[in-house]
């Protein structure tokens, strides 16, 4: 199944309460990435990370949140600071440089 | 940063003919640049790559081509099927200061009709 396991696959959340979405990959890979898909706007990048203890943010990071203390996991937490949470959430890796990103299978977030 | 503009955002196809996505991107130090197939509800999957140091690059019905003066890149599908029905995503991908960034254009739906 690819190896790279988000969970879960549906998520309900109430405006104003934090949420984190699980990103699990036992692929040996050293990046991990972040994506929101709304549609028509393609894959915009939230945050990604290179190493363990390091991350760079996206094009979309305001309301977001991440860590990367185990090189096999990179989970996203999304805030209430985020005014529009409600989306298709894809995380990715890869082994590096110039080299294919594999995707799990997507979180579905819906705010209620 | 880096920005990919991809055209078009919706193609329809007759079953057998060609098809033809065009991206660009803004940053040329980029230098990987990966396409993926959505179908859908399913997760992206990578149908063919190229880098920096490669013009064109061909799989089955499938090819690549990379122009880095103009700083675009296409995907051709030749004799197109109806399973090739999805939304094409094309990438680019740079390395900075030992981090690297893979940006996405917006999609591209491709129809092919039977």
């Known amino acids: 199944d690819g190896g790279i396991t988000q969970s879960p696959k549906y998520l309900f959340r109430k405006e104003g309460q934090n949420v984190t979405l699980s990103c699990e990959q036992n692929?040996?890979?050293?990046?991990m990435y972040w994506y929101r898909q709304d549609p028509g706007q393609g894959l915009r990048l939230i945050y990604y990370s290179q190493i363990v203890n390091d991350f760079q943010k996206g094009d979309i990071a305001e309301g977001y949140s991440v860590s990367r203390e185990k090189k096999e996991s990179f989970p996203l937490t999304v805030t209430s600071a985020q005014k529009n949470p409600t989306a298709f959430y894809l995380c990715a890796s890869s082994i590096g440089k110039s080299t294919e990103a594999f995707f799990g299978q997507g979180t579905r977030l819906t705010v209620v | 940063g880096e920005n990919v503009e991809q055209h078009p955002s919706t193609l329809s196809v007759q079953e057998g003919d060609s098809a033809v996505i065009k991206c660009t991107y803004s940053d040329s130090a980029s230098n990987y640049f990966p396409w993926y197939k959505q179908e859908l509800g399913k997760r992206p999957q990578l149908i063919i790559d190229i880098r920096s140091n490669v013009g064109e690059k061909k799989d089955q019905r499938i090819a690549v081509t990379l122009n880095k003066t103009a700083k675009h890149f296409s995907l051709h599908i030749t004799e197109t099927q109806p399973e090739d029905s999805a939304v094409y995503f094309c990438a680019a991908k740079k390395t900075q200061g030992g981090s690297e960034k893979l940006v996405f254009g917006k999609g591209t739906k491709l129809t092919v009709n039977p």
């Open positions: 692929l040996n890979h050293d990046a």
